[in-house]
């Protein structure tokens, strides 16, 4: 009995140890800073295309501000589309489970 005791505390120490060996910072866990550079990569792709695309429209098509705002709902109704109707996506099993 004294000697599982004896490799329990040995074990707690082991874990206490390994707690003070964390990083002092997010920045040094590299599966943070993988998931934070795709994150900051797709929103500034995402922002840049909802400017260039208004802009694209305007100067090589010249749209006029009616149609550049009727492209911008629509860009937006394009995401709502899926969303509305339930399917085999992740809506409909949000719906199924209720």
Same mark, same amino acid.
């Given at each position: 009995?004294?000697?599982?005791?004896?490799?329990?505390?040995?074990?707690?120490?082991?874990?206490?140890? &390994? &707690?003070?060996?964390?990083?002092?910072?997010?920045?040094?866990?590299?599966?943070?800073?993988?998931?934070?550079t795709?994150?900051?990569?797709?929103?500034?792709?995402?922002?840049?295309?909802?400017?260039?695309?208004p802009?694209?429209?305007?100067?090589?098509?010249?749209?006029?501000?009616?149609?550049?705002?009727?492209?911008?709902?629509?860009?937006?109704?394009?995401?709502?589309?899926?969303?509305?109707?339930?399917?085999?996506?992740?809506t409909?099993?949000?719906?199924?489970?209720?």
């Open positions: 009995m004294s000697a599982m005791r004896h490799r329990w505390c040995r074990h707690a120490r082991r874990s206490r140890a &390994e &707690e003070s060996q964390q990083p002092d910072s997010l920045w040094r866990i590299r599966d943070f800073r993988t998931l934070f795709a994150t900051l990569l797709s929103q500034f792709g995402t922002n840049t295309g909802y400017v260039a695309v802009l694209i429209a305007v100067s090589a098509l010249d749209a006029t501000p009616g149609q550049v705002g009727a492209l911008a709902a629509l860009s937006t109704a394009a995401f709502l589309a899926p969303a509305s109707r339930p399917g085999p996506g992740w409909g099993c949000a719906i199924a489970a209720c």
